[in-house]
T-cell receptor
Framework: AQTVTQSQPEMSVQEAETVTLSCTYDTSESNYYLFWYKQPPSRQMILVIRQEAYKQQNATENRFSVNFQKAAKSFSLKISDSQLGDTAMYFCAFMKPYYGQNFVFGPGTRLSVLP | DSGVTQTPKHLITATGQRVTLRCSPRSGDLSVYWYQQSLDQGLQFLIQYYNGEERAKGNILERFSAQQFPDLHSELNLSSLELGDSALYFC????????????FGSGTRLTVV
């Protein structure tokens, strides 16, 4: 079975600074998807970024980028130029690459952006 | 609005009672997934339906059941409720032609007192 670990329960960062959230996972699959989801106080689950394991290039979405290390089974999220609106829970998630698969979520990291 | 509608948004009920949570998937999506998020924890997969049929089961208790109707909306039934069942319950849907095109609803907050 797949497992996802996020070793940082809480983090804080000053506005405009850069922060990196860690995620490691365990799987015997060679192909899979990895995701970062953001859950603000509104509770909505918002997709931040997605990485396909067979793509070596790290995904980037505006201020959000990942460092995907497949051999180390590591998938960290970097948030540049942090904004107050980035304050949220961040969940790392794993999914097998077949239709209809469910997510395996990590326990989350609570990020606070300080003014 | 994500296109996935969950009702009610909040529900308070007593131990031992039964409740029904409803989910309407995004137009065109055939798969519906239910997840449970307990306090300050990640989402745990409960069950999946595809076009009316159960497709996969996760950590769903025997006291819980679900179904997907011909119009593709889904209901999650929780019975003999316990205090520990208090949680956020999310529904998500995905279209038939994408293997990662999830959309989450805004959740139902269940409080058992």
């Amino acid at each position: 079975a797949q497992t996802v670990t996020q070793s940082q329960p809480e983090m804080s960062v000053q506005e405009a600074e850069t922060v990196t959230l860690s995620c490691t996972y365990d799987t015997s699959e060679s192909n899979y998807y990895l995701f970062w989801y953001k859950q603000p106080p509104s509770r909505q689950m918002i997709l931040v970024i997605r990485q396909e394991a067979y793509k070596q290039q790290n995904a980037t979405e505006n201020r959000f980028s990942v460092n995907f290390q497949k051999a180390a089974k590591s998938f960290s999220l970097k948030i540049s130029d942090s904004q107050l609106g980035d304050t949220a829970m961040y969940f790392c998630a794993f999914m097998k690459p077949y239709y209809g698969q469910n997510f395996v979520f990590g326990p989350g990291t609570r990020l606070s952006v300080l003014p | 609005d994500s296109g996935v509608t969950q009702t009610p948004k909040h529900l308070i009920t007593a131990t031992g009672q039964r409740v029904t949570l409803r989910c309407s998937p995004r137009s065109g999506d055939l798969s519906v997934y239910w997840y449970q998020q307990s306090l300050d924890q990640g989402l745990q997969f409960l069950i999946q339906y595809y076009n009316g049929e159960e497709r996969a089961k996760g950590n769903i208790l025997e006291r819980f059941s679900a179904q997907q109707f011909p119009d593709l909306h889904s209901e999650l039934n929780l019975s003999s409720l316990e205090l520990g069942d208090s949680a956020l319950y999310f529904c998500a849907s995905s279209p038939p032609n994408r293997d990662y095109g999830y959309t989450f609803g805004s959740g139902t907050r269940l409080t058992v007192v």
